[in-house]
């Protein structure tokens, strides 16, 4: 079961290393990132370094919910900071004469500037960050995809159930095989049938959430939540605390003492010098793996799809920008496929580890008659 | 790395992790459990239906199974009543035929002896009444 298991997840990982390393490019340009403040003369987007800055700030987080920040069309979002008292204005407040949210807003007595995605105080740029609870463009994003899944789908699918019978109805019907798929071969597979149950809510909820916020990345509307390294660390960190506090007597056993009865104390003394800290390294490394899996795969595809977008300008003919045209198309039903696939290694990788957890082995008798 | 710590937003981090816990027991409350209650009460009732099912197809095969038997048993029955009837009429006949001819033994004998007496009474007649004759037409 174990071995089956171990063999799952080394085929998960096999699967979405390629698109892993692919992402490693975003890191270099991050240089030519300051150009970006200066090239907004020239309105049309089309040199490889406004393109290249254009896609590095789509990916960070915004405090606007920007339709089509060229033309001016966008929505104004709270700003909440902690700053010797609560500041609360909106996000307005930034723009500045040319329509971009690079101003100076005044709350209170003191001065705030956005810089790199993030709100200073202007007169110590580069010290302390006023605490920042603001609900960002990811935020709204985050609310819109909380009460999507909460009301539309799933209220209704769970209410539809009492009023025909038995039998689902409506919109929540399309989603009844997706929650039984994720009960039927991702939860109890991995976890077993015995406390499957108590894991199932929380992966549902992680599938879902997961899923919806991918596909909201592939919208138009130019939004990138599950590619935000904070947003894929609140979740990793989450299935480390339900993981590791849920923990069965056999789990930590097999931390603190993998070989069990296998071999003479002396002979564990040598090799738990190496075993154990491999095995406290692993509690982090697999909400880690998770983690950066996510992110990775999420930044690396809106990356290459903008970057593929920004050809068709770059190229500036018929030729060329067809071309690339095919190409974003192609890749942009990949990542549909990829939104979908993310999400279910994500929560079939959750699973494994509720399933390391929740593990009771049935030697406890063997050991003791020895 | 750098670039990384430097996108790490505080602020998103709690709010993701607030929303995804109130959503965890949100949907927990009113999705996941009515919905996982009613596939589950669903797929008992369809397994209950099946169970029903092969039971009652069961208990049929065991009633045709008796039919069968009590069929059997009363062709066997009915066989027997059969042969013994048969063997009734057979005795009743062979009864009759054996009284029967018993009694045309019987019947054969006394009409012997009677005819036996008729000769004898016959012959002692004629030899009264022949003398006489014999004289008469000698």
Not at chain 1, 58 to 83: C, M, N, Q, R
Not at chain 1, 134 to 150: D, E, G, P, Q, R
Not at chain 1, 289 to 306: D, K, P
Request: aromatic share 12%; proline share 3%; charged share 20%.
């Amino acid at each position: 079961m174990r071995l089956k298991n171990f063999a799952k997840a080394l085929i998960l990982t096999a699967l979405t290393t390629p698109v892993f390393a692919s992402s490693q490019d975003s890191d270099h340009s991050d240089s030519d990132h300051n150009e970006h403040t200066t090239s907004h003369q020239n309105d049309a987007v089309d040199t490889k370094e406004e393109i290249k800055s254009y896609i590095m700030h789509h990916l960070e987080d915004t405090y606007h919910f920007g339709i089509w920040d060229k033309a001016g069309i966008s929505f104004p979002l709270p700003v909440i900071l902690f700053d010797e008292g609560l500041h609360v204005f909106s996000s307005n407040k930034f723009a500045d004469d040319h329509g971009h949210h690079e101003g100076i807003a005044e709350s209170s007595g003191k001065y705030y500037k956005i810089d790199h995605a993030k709100i200073y105080r202007t007169e110590m740029k580069n010290g302390i960050l006023p605490l920042d609870f603001s609900i960002t463009k990811n935020v709204a994003c985050m609310l819109i995809a909380f009460f999507l899944l909460l009301l539309f789908f799933f209220r209704s699918l769970g209410k539809s159930y009492a009023a025909n019978g038995g039998i689902s109805k409506g919109v929540g019907r399309f989603m009844e095989p997706i929650v039984l798929y994720v009960r039927d071969d991702i939860a109890r597979p991995n976890i077993g049938e015995k406390k499957y149950k108590k894991y199932l809510p929380f992966l549902l909820t992680i599938f879902f959430f997961v899923w919806f916020l991918n596909i909201f990345g592939l919208t138009p509307l130019g939004v990138n939540v599950t590619g935000n390294i904070a947003v894929t660390f609140a979740l990793a960190l989450l299935v480390f605390l339900f993981t590791n506090f849920t923990g069965t007597k056999d789990y930590w056993m097999h931390l603190f003492n993998p070989l069990g009865n296998a071999m003479p104390w002396y002979g564990k003394a040598v090799l738990y010098i190496i075993l154990i800290p491999i095995e406290i390294l692993g509690i982090f490394i697999k909400p880690f793996s998770l983690m950066i899996r996510l992110y990775a795969n999420m930044q690396a595809g809106h990356i290459v799809l903008m970057s593929l977008v920004g050809l068709i300008y770059i190229f500036g003919n018929m030729m060329g920008g067809s071309l690339s045209f095919l190409l974003a198309f192609a890749i942009s039903l990949i990542e549909v496929l990829v939104a979908l696939l993310q999400a279910y290694i994500f929560t079939m990788l959750a699973a494994l580890y509720f399933g390391f957890a929740a593990e009771e082995h049935e030697h406890h008798d063997e050991a003791h008659a020895h | 790395m750098d670039k990384l710590l430097n996108d790490f937003s505080l602020g998103l981090f709690v709010w993701q992790t607030l929303l995804f816990l109130l959503l965890l027991f949100l949907l927990k409350k009113f999705a996941w459990k009515p919905i996982l209650d009613a596939v589950d009460e669903r797929e008992k009732s369809i397994e209950a239906a099946l169970k029903g099912a092969e039971e009652a197809e069961r208990r049929m095969q065991a009633l045709q199974a008796d039919n069968e038997a009590a069929k059997k048993e009363a062709m066997i029955e009915r066989d027997a009543i059969m042969k013994e009837a048969r063997d009734t009429r057979d005795d009743i006949i062979s009864d009759a035929k054996t009284a029967a001819s018993e009694e045309g033994v019987k019947m054969i004998a006394s009409a012997r002896e009677e005819i036996e007496i008729q000769k004898k009474a016959a012959i002692a007649d004629i030899k009264t009444q022949g003398s006489f004759s014999f004289f008469r037409y000698s």
